[in-house]
């Protein structure tokens, strides 16, 4: 049974920085992509970053260009999220996820993940 896990969400003023990790128990991990996703009160599930299996290339939201950088390591299953000049826009339950195709590109698309952590609550206050 595949299990993700995060963790670091918290509440933080503008401007500040906040790191989010999830770590997945799956022998496979490193062959599948992953994703970080959010939503906001009232909103859907809104991509945020993929990171590519294998090379761990990333694919970012115009929202978190220049901003988030999102890694994984294949060596403790886990991946990252860190999150710099926060916005008050950017509050919202922030979910790792894991794509339901094996060594394809990451989607930005929530339906093509097949597993999800229970999400942890990120709030910027200004």
């Known amino acids: 049974q595949v299990q993700l896990v995060e963790s670091g969400g918290g509440l933080v003023q503008a401007g500040d920085s906040l790191t989010l990790s999830c770590t997945v128990s799956?022998?496979?991990?490193?062959?599948?992509?992953m994703g970080w996703f959010r939503q906001a009160p009232g909103k859907g599930r809104e991509f945020v970053a993929g990171?590519?299996?294998?090379?761990?290339?990333?694919f970012y939201a115009d929202s978190a260009k220049g901003r988030f950088t999102a890694s994984r390591d294949n060596a403790k299953n886990t991946v990252t999220l860190v999150m710099n000049s926060l916005k008050p826009e950017d509050t919202a339950v922030y979910y790792c996820?894991?794509?339901?195709?094996?060594?394809?590109?990451?989607?930005?698309?929530?339906?093509?993940?097949?597993?999800w952590g229970q999400g942890t609550q990120v709030t910027v206050s200004s």
């Open positions: 990171i590519a299996w294998g090379t761990g290339t990333t």
């Open positions: 799956d022998r496979t991990f490193s062959h599948y992509s």
């Open positions: 996820a894991r794509d339901g195709a094996v060594a394809t590109r990451p989607s930005s698309s929530p339906r093509d993940y097949s597993y």
